[in-house]
């Protein structure tokens, strides 16, 4: 962790309300141990970017963090309360303040793109008034680009739009907390940019909290106020893209490379 | 313990966790059926996508099979001077297993494996999660509708299936013999009473639910993986199949028990 206090000595960080708190995380499948001990604070308003090998395990913990996978051990807690403790009904509220991105988009192939849309207003926030669905599905899909889409099928989108409008079903519902699982794995770097730029404008916009899981340091560079660094399911670095760029840790250097 | 043991407990093991797996997923299933916010519209869009357009198969293979029955039957009941009772024996063989059990087979084919495909594909593109940690309801959404519309559907499609098999018994039987249609459809429908209608119609509800549950239960807990699809759909198919022959046997017991002492 050496990497880890020298950033430290650069991110000089007010205190803030940590809404998203882990401690000792640990989650394995089968017989590998994918997190071992996973440790962070997140706080609001913060876009967080933890970058990662494949197969590290940082998806993992996001899907920890709402609960589509329970950890063997450590704490999880996020507005304060035990993720792994909740019943059906406080997860579903929990599910409810947060909006995740998933890598492929996940968008419902037998739906179009305003159905998609829909989905989480009628049947998360079971809303009636036709007028005030129809608002909402063009403010979102006016801020991520993409109205002229709004009666296609996710077939017929580009995986950038897919992405994008993928996006926009997460922010549809107003979430506090964004999980961006890779948004701009499989896209060409100018797409990638934009994914990423639209990322910093939501965030901005909705003043979500974000951890945005990636490996694309154009991403890191554009979307991250603060970035950690997983390693054999442990965060070995922390800090700004800049601070971790001038780091001395040999995996953390592997990443940054490429940049000049 | 040898290896051979060992292998052999872990087949158990497998099978006993596969069974308790059904049995959590169907407890599920009763719970989401209660639990509110029924999803009309898209029980009303799976009866159409499920029964109507199965419509066209199950018609055009219950009508060969009635017009087959017919041309099999012919030559042993002309044999014993009883082509007289070819509509009846017809209609009684069709009414109490032949219509029921083809139309159930054609549905596991059919329908199990569309389940099974389009809920293993949506898991594997990771949709079912997104439905999921969105805060909404997949199992309400997705397989609560599906199984009800499958079980609302398939005595549906047996009962028209059963009447396009006698129609096609019609029109081969006019091949050979001249029958009126009045008299041909009078004794058809004087061969069957209450106690051949309704046992085969009961069987018919829960082969409908066989299907819609294997199916849904094979594509919602599929692997994550391409070849997974595939196989939610291939053994969708296999194990709703195996299920309608199961049923039919213990329904054929339990009627022959009420109805034929």
New interface residues.
Partial sequence: MEAVKEQKKHVAKPKKEVIIQIKGLKKSFGKKEVLKDINLEVDRGENLVVLGKSGEGKSVTIECI???LIPDGGSLKVFGDEVANMNNKQL??L??K?G?L???G?????MTVRENLE??LT??LKLTDEHEIEERIKEVLEGVGLLDAIDKLPADLSGGMRKRVGLA??LI?KPEIMLYDEPTTGLDPITSREISELILSMQKKYKTTSIIITHDMECARIAADRIVVMDDGKYIAEGTFDGLHKSNNEIVKAFFNDIL | MNAVQEQELTGWRKWLDGAGDQCIFFSRFLKNIFAGGFEWSEFVRQCYEIGYRSMMLVGITSFIMGAVLILQLRPSLVEFGEESMLPVTLTVSLVREIGPVITALICAGKIASSIGAELGSMKVTEQIDAMEVSGANPLQYLVVTRILAVTFMVPLLTIIGDVIGLIGGYIALNFTDNISYVLYFHKCVAAIDFSDFLPAFVKTIFFGFAIGFVGCYKGFNSNKGTASVGIAANSAVVTASLWVFVIDAIAVQITSILFYK
């Fill in positions: 709402v609960g589509l579903k509220e599910r409810m947060i995740f998933f890598q492929s996940a968008l419902y192939d037998s989905f989480p049947r998360v079903r997460t519902i």
